[in-house]
């Protein structure tokens, strides 16, 4: 099995493949319920995310900013949002989660960041809803979280594949 290991360094992201022996059930491609909206400004950091979450069923959309991600919400229906901690523009991915949240009290949001603990600029919405995730990450790491929050939604346990 190929995996993704997503990382940043310095303020640049990168990720690339690794292959790994396959320990997946052959339950794992059943296409799962649940759109995920991934807000990253990293277009390639964006992209192996969103192939990794379709590999793993889900259908995605991505935004490189907060304003583009909140243009996208005015006309689209998200299960869950991963937000990159560092945005560039008036919002980062904080903030863009507390405004989330006012709207949505149950969406799951996923924060990322490569940023270490003292560099995080504002304290994480610590929620029943709310997870956080530091990069590097596997891609196989992050379809689980977003496998995780949405499970309870969607019953979706029987398609856990022993995850």
């Not at 310095?10 to 491609?29: I, K, L, M």
């Not at 243009?71 to 937000?83: F, Y």
């Not at 960041?113 to 995730?133: C, H, K, N």
Request: hydrophobic share 45%; aromatic share 8%; with cysteine.
């Amino acid at each position: 099995m190929t995996s993704l290991r997503l990382a940043e360094t310095e303020g640049y992201a990168w990720g690339q493949f690794v292959h790994e022996p396959n320990t997946q059930t052959s339950d794992a491609r059943v296409t799962r319920p649940g759109h995920v909206l991934i807000v990253e400004d990293h277009l390639q950091v964006r992209q192996l995310m969103a192939r990794a979450l379709r590999a793993a069923g889900f259908s995605t959309s991505e935004a490189g900013c907060a304003n583009e991600a909140r243009g996208l919400l005015a006309d689209m229906h998200v299960d869950a949002v991963v937000l990159d901690i560092s945005l560039p523009g008036e919002m980062n991915g904080i903030q863009l989660g507390k405004w989330l949240r006012f709207r949505n009290q149950t969406i799951p949001l996923i924060f990322i960041t490569g940023l270490t603990e003292w560099e995080i600029p504002e304290p994480i919405p610590q929620d029943g809803a709310s997870r956080f995730l530091r990069k590097p990450f596997g891609a196989r790491v992050i379809a689980d979280y977003v496998h995780n929050l949405l499970a309870p939604r969607f019953d979706m346990g029987a398609l856990a594949g022993g995850h």
